[in-house]
């Protein structure tokens, strides 16, 4: 029946076919009482990998865990395996190896409809041909729940997310904002251990995906509710996330706060890829005894002896620093402790209003600095850079792991 609706209603059919499918059965699940949850779950992994058929490993021996009420954020670039993990977290793919726990239970070998999880997708995967109310009452009915409690459970969902007046509407009436509430209210009222989210807000423009990331945020404060997403947005990550897994290739690179992942990447994938533009890295060498000096085609740059550990001497190495943390020389702004970094060419300027993002050229070396100077510069000018040497990072060029971390 399914396959049917969807050509008949959808012009879409072949992209939404599997997504209905995949909500009847992770919606058919057990409930309790009361909107917010009780009691909810811990996910642990152990050791988790998948390889398919083809001997493609999508996830190597990933292991972390998201505490009781914990929203944790699943980022990398496309490709590296974080929807392959939102998927065996789901039940959608079985692992390869390693263990995933909810709550108490190994669910391992657990149906995806008794892992007592609801996912949101990113394509929503709405009924086209029912309304408002029923796409979020579905999995109720399906579970034969007393009418009075779907009606009640449907209401106070659509009062959370603001979507009460549009509950006799059917999806082709909503905009791509409202579609995503109504997909995440679908969720709220089976009430789940643990909600999933694929990468739900893909598919809205960018002033939408920024308000909609703020609503959910705000929703999983109030439901104090354990939720696992999955995006390639680092500003979704961090704008959202009480924890991040950030993933490549498909192994965990690094599972911090938000400010410790800017503060202190773990290695050269996790700088250049947190943060926006991203961290300025210099391939070079260090040497130096009572002072240090970092040495390349493009810098000659006097560190802080104290923030470099012994072994770091005489190794090669990538010097970096964020394009936040330089400041021009004729500038108000710098601190006083800033040490000259390099002279720049001016090759690109990007005005933002509140700022000025600007490339520039150094001996055939790129250097991206961003500044409040209220002139901005124009491409062919020369600038003096400083940088705070209290924010320079260091990476053994061999490993790409963090000295000194």
């Known amino acids: 029946m399914c396959c049917g609706i969807c050509v008949d209603a959808c012009a879409h059919a072949a992209q939404r076919c599997a997504g209905f499918l995949l909500y009847g059965v992770l919606h058919y699940l057990p409930d309790y009482n009361g909107l917010c949850r009780d009691p909810?779950?811990?996910?642990?992994?152990?050791?988790?990998?998948?390889?398919?058929?083809?001997?493609?490993?999508?996830?190597?021996?990933?292991?972390?865990?998201?505490?009781?009420?914990?929203?944790?954020v699943l980022v990398g670039p496309s490709?590296?395996?974080?929807?392959?993990?939102?998927?065996?977290?789901?039940?959608?793919?079985?692992?390869?190896?390693?263990?995933?726990?909810?709550?108490?239970?190994?669910v391992n070998e657990v149906t995806p409809k008794n892992r007592d999880i609801a996912m949101v997708f990113?394509?929503?995967?709405?009924?086209?041909?029912?309304?408002?109310?029923?796409n979020m009452a579905f999995g109720l009915k399906l579970r034969k729940y007393p009418k009075k409690e779907i009606e009640s459970r449907v209401e106070q969902a659509a009062e959370v997310l603001g979507i009460k007046g549009i509950l006799s509407r059917k999806p082709k009436q909503l905009s791509g904002g409202q579609q995503?509430?109504?997909?995440?209210?679908?969720?709220?009222?089976?009430?789940?251990?643990?909600?999933?989210?694929?990468?739900?807000?893909?598919?809205?423009?960018?002033?939408?995906r920024m308000q909609m990331r703020t609503e959910i945020t705000k929703l999983h404060r109030r439901l104090q509710a354990t939720m696992i997403y999955v995006t390639h947005d680092q500003v979704e990550a961090m704008t959202m996330g009480d924890k991040?897994?950030?993933?490549?290739?498909?192994?965990?690179?690094?599972?911090?706060?938000?400010?410790?992942?800017?503060?202190?990447?773990?290695?050269?994938?996790?700088?250049?890829?947190?943060?926006?533009?991203?961290m300025n890295l210099i391939a070079g060498t260090c040497s130096g005894q009572d002072d240090a000096r970092f040495e390349s085609s493009a810098l000659s740059v006097a560190l802080p002896r104290n923030k470099l550990p012994d072994h770091a001497m005489e190794l090669d190495i990538f010097l970096g620093f964020r394009p936040e943390h330089l400041y021009i020389r004729e500038s108000a702004d710098a601190p006083p402790h800033a040490i000259t970094l390099a002279t720049l060419k001016i090759t690109l300027v990007e005005p933002l209003g509140h700022e000025t993002v600007i490339y520039g050229?150094?001996?055939?070396?790129?250097?991206?600095?961003?500044s409040k100077i209220p002139v901005p510069p124009a491409p062919g000018d020369i600038l003096h850079l400083l940088v705070d040497p209290s924010r320079l990072h260091y990476f053994d060029a061999n490993s790409g792991a963090a000295i000194g971390r």
């Open 40 to 72: 909810m779950a811990r996910v642990v992994l152990k050791g988790v990998s998948k390889v398919f058929d083809n001997g493609y490993e999508a996830v190597a021996n990933a292991s972390f865990t998201v505490e009781d009420g914990e929203l944790a």
């Open 361 to 370: 050229n150094v001996e055939g070396t790129t250097i991206i600095a961003r």
């Open 122 to 134: 990113q394509n929503y995967a709405l009924y086209p041909h029912m309304t408002v109310f029923d």
């Open 79 to 106: 490709g590296c395996g974080k929807s392959t993990m939102l998927r065996m977290l789901a039940g959608l793919e079985r692992v390869t190896a390693g263990e995933i726990s909810i709550g108490e239970r190994l």
């Open 180 to 208: 995503q509430r109504v997909a995440v209210g679908r969720a709220i009222v089976r009430k789940p251990q643990v909600f999933l989210f694929d990468e739900p807000l893909s598919n809205l423009d960018a002033k939408l």
């Open 244 to 278: 991040i897994v950030v993933m490549n290739d498909g192994q965990v690179q690094q599972i911090d706060t938000p400010l410790n992942l800017y503060n202190s990447p773990a290695n050269v994938f996790v700088a250049g890829f947190i943060g926006s533009p991203s």
